[in-house]
């Protein structure tokens, strides 16, 4: 409909459901036009007016909620009016409206729901004012304040951050995408600066950090332009992604020693020409310094254990680092492709020096390999064309593939490292090399790795060692003629039974085979845990089981039936998927949940049974069953 209104003409094309609810709403013509909602909607429904070219609203008072995303990416709308009686916003219900000139908040409104910026990356946002009514929110120097919890949950460029003490946090996306702030103070008495809080201020080139920081979220100055950053002295932790790129971010960066977590990626893609790490941090995490291209220095501090994937990849200017004695790891890729580092003396105790760690360092002269490394991965220094492949220790029990290829010289492999039938980084079964028909788990592995077994033709019996408490996915995948699996008696976390390796807490069978009848006892069958078995062809599944996981017996080609039990209550998505010669799928009156692509391509699949409990059938469920009568 198309009417009059205050002299301007307006538009609402809307849906009202039989609750009132405004569902959707959609341009009847093109233009801008002047949207009034009409008197008696109660809520705006989620995502309802996104993308709309609407220029402005008006909310009547019959309105007591607006849902997640409602007016999401209605970038032509400048005004919105929120009528007293407005109780919630939920979850960035004016996402992105960037041409968003001023809000009011009325003296009804007391809740953001989910995320809680509901006025998030509007760019052009000048002036936040609240009802002096309002018992949750005030406005303070243009910012929106919840004035118990004394947080900043949303500012324009007009903001000024109040030294009052009315702030202890910026919150989440507070100042997310907004242009024109060059220079922020942050004072004294902010304790936390909340997730994305400045994230994309593309223009913000100064902040003042005060000493009451304890903490800085994830993401907080991601892509803005600062040009140096001092870390307050009683900061606890930096989030992941906090400054990641910051390209003129340059000078020193110092983290305190009160600093104890340093997340990944922090400083990735930044200026900065030196580093300093506080002895709080026990481990440079993942791409923490990665790509920082003027970064020629770094000190590390005693007490560190671990540098991580990719910490300092591709620091091309990185000249020199110390490596404390108290090293255990250095992980894939953490050095590579640091073209000026030309000397490293690593300590005695490291015992870890992950693939790819150092490959293409290629002005790398001089390297040691301590006597107490365990375990090289494969290319751990490819391409360092002008090294001279250090000795490297007897003890070692795994040395990488093409670890030294493209080197100045060959390196002596020593023999004991070739011939090991299990590849053991530390305490993680990487990979079995054996050829034998059995293989026995040795003590001391806690954790089988993803694909340790996967694809292994001669393996017929697997003993699974006291010690082990983790298997990964897909550890044993399209192991064809593996028929038995035991595990010792002393195992804390596992137990074997009809051939199923089954957890003892969760009571969940992690893997199994050449098993058509599961234990009693049993509730959940995990992920992957029967796939790709062609010997199975009838399954029978005691009472006790409540849950089928994701692709648990998916591409069991030759499974024919399958008998549910009542007390089965959900099957994850794909459980089923290509088990071609499947007949009949009767579904017991106790199952509530089935999951998209449950028993696709089940292409023999002839007889169908549904139970009465579903709520959602997935429309993919059952695609590919083309023989269903």
């Known amino acids: 409909m198309a009417y009059k209104k205050n002299d301007r003409k307006t538009a609402f094309y809307g849906v009202i459901n039989n609750k009132n609810v405004l569902i959707c709403h959609r341009m009847a013509y093109k233009g801008t036009p002047y949207i009034v909602i009409p008197d008696g909607v109660t809520a705006v429904d989620v995502r309802a007016f996104e993308g709309e070219g609407i220029k402005s609203v008006f909310i ?3 309105v007591k909620r607006i849902e997640e995303e409602a007016f999401n990416h209605c970038e032509s709308i400048q005004a ?13 219900a004016f996402n992105s409206c960037y041409r968003l000139k001023s809000i009011h908040i009325p003296a009804s ?23 002096e009514s309002n018992p949750v929110f005030h406005s303070n120097n243009n910012c929106l304040i919840e004035t ?49 809080a400045f994230n994309r201020c593309y223009d913000l080139e100064e902040v003042t950090l005060p000493d009451s ?11 803005c332009n600062l040009q140096t950053v001092n870390l307050g002295k009683n900061l606890k932790s930096i989030g992941s992604r906090a400054f990641n790129f910051n390209k003129n971010l340059s000078g020193d960066i110092v983290i305190p020693d009160s600093v104890t977590k340093l997340c990944d990626h922090a400083f990735e893609g930044c200026g900065i020409s030196g580093v300093t790490v506080g002895k709080g941090i026990k481990s440079v995490k993942e791409s923490v310094f990665k790509d920082c291209k003027n970064l020629k220095s770094v000190v590390l501090p005693e007490g560190l254990t671990e540098i991580e994937k990719s910490a300092f990849s591709c620091c091309s200017a990185l000249e020199s680092i110390n490596i404390p004695s108290t090293i255990k790891s250095i992980g894939a890729y953490a050095f590579a492709h640091c073209g000026n580092l030309k000397e490293l003396i690593l300590p005695e105790g490291i015992v870890k020096i992950d693939k790819s760690a150092f490959e293409f360092c290629v002005n790398l002269k001089k390297i040691n390999v301590p006597s107490t490394v365990k375990y090289i991965g494969d290319k751990a220094f490819y391409s360092c064309r002008k090294l001279m492949p250090p000795s490297l220790p007897d003890v070692a029990d795994y040395i990488g593939k093409n670890c ?11 023999q004991s490292a070739c011939d090991v039938e299990f590849q053991i980084s530390e305490t993680e079964l990487i990979k079995y090399k054996g050829t034998g028909t059995t293989a026995v788990i040795p003590e001391g592995v806690e954790k089988i790795k993803k694909g340790a077994f996967s694809h292994n033709k001669t393996l017929v019996s697997v003993v699974i060692s006291a010690t082990v408490s983790n298997i990964s996915f897909h550890a044993f995948d399209k192991c064809k003629n593996l028929k038995s699996v035991t595990v010792k008696e002393d195992n804390k976390t596992f137990y074997a039974e009809s051939n199923c390796i089954i957890n003892k807490a969760k ?3 992690v893997f199994g085979c050449n098993s058509g009848e599961l234990p009693e006892g ?17 399954l029978v599944i005691p009472e006790s089981l409540k849950k089928i996981g994701a692709y648990s017996f998916a591409g069991c080609k030759n499974l024919k039936t399958v008998i549910f039990p009542e007390g089965l209550e959900s099957i994850g998505m794909h459980a089923f998927a290509d088990c071609v010669n499947l007949e009949e799928i009767i579904l017991p009156d106790s199952l509530k949940i089935l999951e998209e692509g449950a028993f696709a391509n089940c292409k023999n699949a002839r007889i169908l049974r549904l139970s009465q409990n579903l709520k959602v059938v997935p429309i993919n469920s059952f695609m590919g069953c083309a023989e269903l009568e």
Request: glycine share 8%; proline share 5%; aromatic share 10%.
């Open 213 to 223: 920081l304890v903490k800085i979220d994830a993401g907080a100055f991601f892509g």
């Open 60 to 62: 009547p008072s019959s």
């Open 507 to 509: 009571k969940s069978v």
């Open 109 to 131: 409104l007391v809740s953001f729901e989910g995320k809680p910026q509901p006025f998030n990356n509007c760019a052009e946002l000048q002036k936040i004012t609240v009802s």
């Open 80 to 92: 919105i009016t929120l009528s007293e009686g407005i109780e919630t916003l939920g979850s960035w």
């Open 404 to 414: 030294f290829e493209d080197c100045a010289a060959e390196a002596a492999i020593p």
């Open 522 to 538: 049993i509730r959940d069958i995990g992920q992957y845990a029967f796939a790709y078995r062609d010997e199975l062809v009838k």
């Open 148 to 196: 118990d919890k004394k947080t900043l949950v949303s500012a324009c460029s007009k903001s000024t951050i109040p030294s009052d003490g009315s702030v202890e946090k910026i919150g989440a996306f507070a100042f997310t995408g907004i242009p024109d702030i060059f220079k922020i103070n942050i004072p004294d008495g902010v304790i936390e600066i909340g997730e994305s």
